[in-house]
């Protein structure tokens, strides 16, 4: 690759925390900016970092990638190519795979699965708030997917940006409103509708000869367009028709989270890797020999320096696919050609017109300088990311809040097993309630409850299971002590006290039925005949439940008793006489 003059990467929030340094003959020009962004597969060269150094012709990333300083969360890292007026922003997410292993890393292993989902759906949450950040940034975005069939789970996912988005416009026009920035800008709270780009990565499996040879058996009739193309040609047919048929892409552009052009290539897919590292490092060895051969024309920047090369790029040369030797097919574009051709509608102020229908409305555009667009975009940071700045303190909190839309569009696992649980305690409550009497004790309580928890387990599923399970036990726990709590005390004898849950009178104190819980004294309802001391008098008794009313209380207000008025009765009877 060639050296260009290009300042290192760096994280997005310390661009712009520095202060603008830029060439006096640049300060002016306008900036276009290019999110990348989507997956990387479990192969050990990152997707996402090698494009930007195919992009920027110059080896800025390690293909192998650097663990350190790395962590789960998202974040953004800026790459400004100064001399084309390209600002480059690489997310980087759980999508990942290297950021993924670190977050599963990260769990430890008693961690529940409620608690885990948690984790998850708060890594989403923060990366679905730097893409909107993007959104609201970029001029085109990159969207980059490690295989070549297009994941529907985007649908989803720019559903609950839109949505979003929606819920925090009034937020973001309070935070930009002091920018020097068009009325327009500061409206719809992005310089205009980005387009979205999609890059895929074709699988080895599906490489095919570039010479046209799959016209059917006749050789000497080849296709117009090679394989790879007519791939990408059903891509897009089947990219807008999906998001077509959701509503995310709508006939006037202005109110779209994101375009797509109509006329213009909007999907690349990237060929499978040659496996024979010798022949591909030889050619682009000699594809640089013939473009350093041509090096002797005068020096040209910005875009008129890419279209001189992207001239002299589609000279006849035997390193590019040219169709064969029958000539028959259009020469693939390259990836850079892919993208510069909507660069260059940027940085020439002409805009993206992707409104379609009978009435189309033209959509607002503006090209910000660099100074302008860190300004601005450092605003929306503090707003949607960092949080940092006490002036903007408040209004990142309120985003934060709306944030909870998301959950309706994404978390649809939690949505699930909410409504499955949801079903399964109707069920749990009729096996704990079944066959049980009007008061009971907690042995009963006890079991009963263990039938209502198999049967709730036989039919709840999912990250809600364990919280709808507390809910079960305490809906049981209040059944049984609104009423039907049966006293727990034992007479001495071992017989349960028959009444309800109740209190004990204290000395001097009445028994009251209607104070709750009630206040009387025990009865477990068995009577027993007792005897005095010498055995003449008899007497029924109420069990007892302690040994005071069982020796002493008994004996002391019946057998007592009896004994003085029969001894009163003889006294009167003998004083007659």
């Known amino acids: 690759m060639k050296e260009v003059k290009m300042a290192p990467p760096v994280d997005l929030g310390a661009l712009l925390r520095a202060e603008p340094q830029e060439d006096a003959s640049h300060r002016e020009d306008g900036l276009c900016v290019v999110g ?102 970029c001029h085109v975005l990159l969207l980059v997917h490690p295989s070549q069939t297009f994941d529907v789970t985007y649908d989803r996912l720019f559903r609950a940006l839109d949505a979003l988005r929606q819920k925090v416009l009034p937020l973001i026009r309070a935070a930009i409103k002091d920018c020097a920035v068009s009325k327009e800008w500061k409206l719809n709270c992005r310089p205009c509708p980005p387009r979205l780009l999609f890059v895929f990565q074709m699988n080895a499996t599906l490489k095919v000869p570039g010479n046209g040879s799959d016209s ?59 496996h024979d590292p010798v022949g591909a490092l030889l050619g682009q060895l ?5 473009l350093s051969d041509q090096d002797s024309a005068p020096v040209l920047t910005g875009p008129r320096r890419y279209q001189q090369m992207r001239r002299s790029a589609r000279q006849p040369s035997g390193s590019r696919e040219s169709g064969g030797p029958m000539g028959g097919q259009l020469v693939d574009c390259s990836l850079k050609e892919f ?69 309706g569009f994404l978390d649809a696992d939690t ?3 909410e409504n499955r649980c949801q079903k399964a305690l109707p069920l749990a409550h009729s096996a704990y309630q079944s066959n049980l009497p009007h008061n009971y004790t907690t042995t009963v309580h006890k079991n009963q409850l263990a039938q209502a928890l198999r049967v709730y387990s036989q039919h709840a599923r999912g990250v809600a299971f364990q919280r709808y399970a507390v809910q079960l036990h305490e809906d049981c726990y209040k059944f049984w002590s609104n ?40 009865n ?48 009167s009877l003998q004083s007659n006489f």
């Open 36 to 137: 990348v962004f989507g997956k990387s597969s479990t192969q050990t060269g990152p997707l996402k970092e090698a494009l930007i150094n195919t992009l920027a012709d110059k080896h800025i990333f390690s293909l192998f990638g650097s663990e350190e300083g790395d962590s789960s969360d998202s974040h953004v890292q800026a790459l400004y190519d100064q001399e084309n007026r390209v600002l480059y922003l690489l997310l980087s997410s759980v999508c990942d795979s290297r950021q993924l292993l670190r977050a599963c890393r990260s769990l430890s292993a008693g961690i529940s699965h409620a608690d885990a989902h948690d984790l998850w759906k708060g890594l989403d949450r923060q990366h679905c708030l730097h893409l909107l950040y993007m959104f609201s940034v």
């Open 216 to 274: 059917g058996g006749n050789p000497e009739k080849p296709k117009k367009h090679s394989p790879r193309r007519r791939l990408q040609h059903a891509l897009e047919d089947q990219i807008y028709r999906i998001f077509r048929k959701s509503r995310v892409l709508t006939n006037q552009s202005s109110n779209c989270l994101f375009t797509v052009p109509a006329n213009q290539a909007f999907v690349y897919v990237i060929p499978a890797a040659d």
């Open 286 to 290: 000699r594809s640089n020999c013939i």
């Open 339 to 407: 993208l510069w051709q909507h660069v260059e509608l940027v940085l020439t102020k002409k805009g993206f017109d992707d409104s379609v229908g009978r009435n189309p409305q033209p959509s607002h555009f503006e090209l910000p300088t660099f100074t302008k667009w860190v300004q601005l975009a450092s605003r929306l940071y503090q707003v949607l990311i960092s949080n940092t700045d006490e002036e903007l303190a408040e209004l990142a909190t309120k985003v934060q809040s709306q944030a909870k839309v998301l959950d």
């Open 415 to 417: 949505k699930f097993s």
């Open 483 to 522: 009423g039907h709590q049966l006293c727990e005390e034992r007479s001495l004898t071992d017989q349960h006290c028959v009444h309800k849950f109740h209190l004990l009178p204290q000395p001097g104190e009445k028994p009251d039925l209607d104070h709750n819980p009630p206040i009387m004294n025990h």
């Open 524 to 571: 477990s309802r068995g009577r027993s005949t007792s005897a005095c001391n010498c055995g003449r008098k008899q007497a029924p008794r109420d069990d007892p439940f302690d040994i005071q009313a069982a020796n002493h209380d008994f004996y002391q207000v019946r057998i007592y008793t009896a004994d003085q008025f029969n001894l009163f009765l003889d006294i």
